[in-house]
C-alpha cells in the first residue's frame, strides 16, 4: 500500500486498467457474433449483408473457407445473371427444337449470304432477337444495351450483345459454310451444348473481374493498414474484400436479369458502397487486432 499522497499506486492504476480491459470485453461479447468456425456458406452470405461487425469472425475463420466461398459467390452471380435469364429465354420459347419449328422461317446461308422467306423477331425480359435479311449490315449502334442481351441477324453479319460485350460475326468469313433450317434443327443438341459452354464461360470471366476487384481493394487497403499499422496481413485483407464485395455483386446479378435499374447507376453506387463496407470493416478488423481482441 502507497502511504505517500504524492507517489502514484501502482498497484491501484494496474487494477484499474484490468477493470476497464474486463468491462471492454465483457462489451465487445455483446456485440461480437457469436463465432462459429464451421459456418455455413449461405450463413456467411447473410451475414456479410448485415454489417461490418459481423467481419471480425470471417477472419478467425481457417483462410481457404473465404476461397471456397469466393467461387460459390460467383457461382450465385452466374445464376441470377446468367444462367437464369438463359433458361428463361429457353422457356419462353417452348424448347429450342419446338420453337425452331413453329417460328423460325425457311432461311439458307450459302456463299456467305443469309437469306428469309420473312423477318423475325423475339423479345422478353431479358433478351431480344430480330432477324431481317433486307437489312444488310448492322452495327454496334444498332445495340440496345439496356437489356441483357441482343441479337442483330442481317443478311451480311450477326452482332450479339451480352453482358456489356459487343461480337460481330461476319458471314463472310463463312463463305464455304452452307446452312439451312433443317441442319439448325439436326443440330439442336449442339445448341444446347454451347449454351452449357456459354455458361462456364461467364463463370470464369466473372471469377477474373471480380477477383481483380478484390486484389485491388485488398492493396489499397494495405496501404491504408500499413499507415495506421494495424498489423492485419495480405490474406486478411483480401478476406475482408471477398466478403465486402458480396451484396454489391448479387445486386448487379440480379439487375442485370431485371433491367429494374441502370447498370452505370448499379455499377456506381456499387463501387461507392463496397469501398465503405471495406475500409469499414478493415478499421474493425485493425483496431481489435492492434488491441489484441482479434487473434487470427
Not at 466461398?69 to 424448347?95: D, E, K, N, Q, R
Not at 456489356?164 to 439448325?184: C, E, I, P, Q, R
Not at 452449357?196 to 493498414?225: E, K, P, R
Not at 458502397?273 to 478499421?283: E, K
Request: proline share 3%; aromatic share 14%; glycine share 6%.
Amino acid at each position: 500500500m502507497n502511504n505517500n499522497p504524492n507517489k502514484p499506486d501502482i498497484d491501484d492504476w494496474q487494477q484499474r486498467y484490468e477493470n476497464e480491459q474486463k468491462r471492454f470485453n465483457e462489451q465487445w461479447k455483446k456485440l461480437m457474433p457469436e463465432f462459429s468456425a464451421d459456418m455455413p456458406l449461405w450463413k456467411q452470405m447473410v451475414n456479410s449483408f448485415r454489417g461490418t461487425r459481423y467481419y471480425p469472425q470471417f477472419l478467425m475463420q481457417n483462410g481457404s473457407r473465404a476461397i471456397v466461398y469466393f467461387f460459390f459467390l460467383i457461382l450465385m452471380v452466374c445464376i441470377f445473371s446468367v444462367i437464369v435469364p438463359t433458361v428463361g429465354t429457353v422457356a419462353g420459347m417452348g424448347g429450342i427444337k419446338t420453337y425452331i419449328q413453329e417460328r423460325i422461317p425457311e432461311f439458307s446461308l450459302k456463299d456467305g449470304v443469309l437469306t428469309s422467306s420473312f423477318p423475325l423477331e423475339y423479345e422478353n425480359a431479358a433478351t431480344k432477337f430480330y432477324l431481317d435479311t433486307d437489312t444488310y449490315r448492322y452495327t454496334k449502334a444498332d445495340v440496345d444495351d439496356n437489356i441483357y442481351m441482343h441479337i442483330l441477324v442481317s443478311k451480311t453479319n450477326a452482332l450479339v450483345y451480352a453482358n456489356g460485350m459487343v461480337t460481330d460475326y461476319n458471314f463472310a468469313d463463312f463463305k464455304d459454310l452452307s446452312f439451312n433450317k433443317d441442319m439448325l434443327i439436326d443440330g439442336v443438341p449442339i445448341i444446347y451444348l454451347c449454351l452449357v459452354l456459354f455458361c462456364v464461360i461467364a463463370y470464369l470471366m466473372q471469377a477474373i473481374s471480380t477477383a481483380s476487384t478484390m486484389l485491388l481493394l485488398a492493396v489499397i487497403g494495405m496501404l491504408f493498414n500499413s499507415f495506421n499499422g494495424f498489423g492485419l496481413r495480405f490474406g486478411q485483407l483480401f478476406t475482408l474484400a471477398v466478403y465486402a464485395t458480396t451484396i454489391v455483386s448479387m445486386l448487379e446479378a440480379v439487375n442485370a436479369g431485371l433491367r429494374v435499374i441502370s447498370a452505370v447507376v448499379v455499377s456506381t453506387a456499387g463501387m461507392v458502397w463496397t469501398a465503405f463496407v471495406f475500409f469499414g470493416a478493415l478499421v474493425i478488423c485493425g483496431v481489435l487486432k492492434k488491441g489484441g481482441q482479434l487473434r487470427a
